[in-house]
């Protein structure tokens, strides 16, 4: 009997500090993403580069027996080039396009906004003039506070949006200084690679080190999976816009799926904050087609992000749909975006180490 008890009091201790354990990781995790990231960008993305290289990198060594130190940089800077050109490349046509919208824009405007208006207003004078008359009073009272919010909002908007701006092209020197520190340290990672992981592996105590270690490859690897499939979710969304946009006869109809499929990603978002009041103002202008076909196109790409994103995730990172929706709904309220990718990560780091035997958290 004392034996059995103390049995299940070793167990209690067990799952105690497995718990505090993975409680610190977490707390670590989110120091670290929220404060160093920012600092550390072009480090941390120049060891994830150097990290990509590693196989094509191992594999040339390997059938030609050159040494690592001449391939390393030859591959780093393919590697470097590739992707600036995809950069410059994406920026000058994106720059193109945006520079042609932005210049029909005053014109769209004049001729819009007065059809909008008008419209919005005989809407408004028809509602009203099936009200008694105080209700009528009150509404006009209540829309004319809100006309005023929304021209407060707009103005307050548009002097942050001004200053946001002229922060950012402050900024530019330090970005570009930032992405030559970001090549420097692709070449130097690539090369010291090896030397790298071995002096963080020697920095770990030797009785965590196997935990730590399947810990660090069940992290990266999850995370890997998750861009990858955040990226797919991403695409599918950009051609079911391109699609549906080209057929309704949109202008700029790839760089305007491109611009909303960047929204959709983002859980507070999504296509609704850009496609629900266009199909909106659209249907009052007498455009009912393509208000319709637009509001359609929204419904469409809704339901199927919504079956596609839980059962893609979950599969990749093996993860019950179910448990993934509802891991990413309460990271999503409790600590917002971040939490929306971390709650989901830890899950998945605790049921690998639970798998392979390293901790026991719950009866499987």
């Known amino acids: 009997m004392k034996e059995g008890k103390t049995l299940t009091t070793e167990r209690k201790r067990a799952f105690i500090i497995n718990c505090m354990f993975f409680a ?41 027996k050159l040494k690592k130190k001449l391939i390393s940089p030859i591959l780093a800077f393919i590697l470097v080039s590739v992707v600036a050109c995809f950069v410059v490349m994406g920026t000058y046509n994106a720059i193109g396009e ?20 008008e419209a919005i207003n005989t809407q408004f004078e028809s509602l009203l003039a099936n009200l008694p008359d105080e209700v009528e009073q009150q509404v006009i009272s209540i829309s004319n506070d809100l006309i005023q919010y929304i021209q407060s909002k707009l103005i307050s908007f548009s002097s942050t949006a001004l200053s946001w ?34 002096f963080i592996k020697l920095q770990i105590p030797e009785k965590y080190r196997v935990l730590v270690l399947n810990s660090w490859e069940t992290f990266g690897r999850t995370v890997v999976r998750m861009l990858t499939s955040y990226l797919f979710i991403m695409f599918c969304t950009f051609c079911e816009l391109a699609l549906g946009l080209t057929f309704l006869q949109v202008n700029y109809s790839v760089l305007i799926a491109a611009l909303i499929s960047v929204v959709d990603i983002l859980p507070v978002l999504g296509t609704g904050t850009i496609l629900i009041p266009w199909g909106l103002i659209c249907l009052l202008i007498g455009r009912t087609g393509l208000g319709a076909g637009i509001l359609a196109l929204y419904v469409l790409i809704t339901i199927i992000r919504n079956i596609l994103e839980p059962k893609i995730i979950g599969n990749r990172i093996g993860l019950h749909p179910l448990v993934t929706l509802v891991f990413m709904y309460l990271g999503l309220h409790i600590m917002g975006i971040f939490g929306m990718f971390l709650f989901p990560l830890t899950l998945i780091l605790i049921k690998e180490l639970q798998d392979r035997g390293l901790i026991k958290i719950w009866n499987s």
């Not at 120091?31 to 196989?55: E, S």
């Not at 002229?166 to 990672?189: G, R, Y």
């Open 165 to 198: 701006v002229a922060n950012k092209a402050s900024q530019l020197p330090s970005l570009l200084i930032s992405i030559i520190i970001t090549v420097v340290a692709t070449f130097f990672m690539s090369v010291e690679f090896d030397n790298i992981k071995k």
């Open 98 to 117: 945006l520079g042609d919208l932005i210049s029909r824009l005053p014109s769209w405007y004049k001729n819009s906004a007065p059809v909008v208006s």
């Open 24 to 64: 610190c990781l977490v707390a670590i995790a989110y120091i670290a993403f929220k404060y160093l990231l920012a600092w550390m960008l072009p480090f941390v993305i120049g060891l994830i580069a150097a990290a990509c290289l590693q196989p094509p990198i191992n594999w040339i060594c390997k059938k030609t």
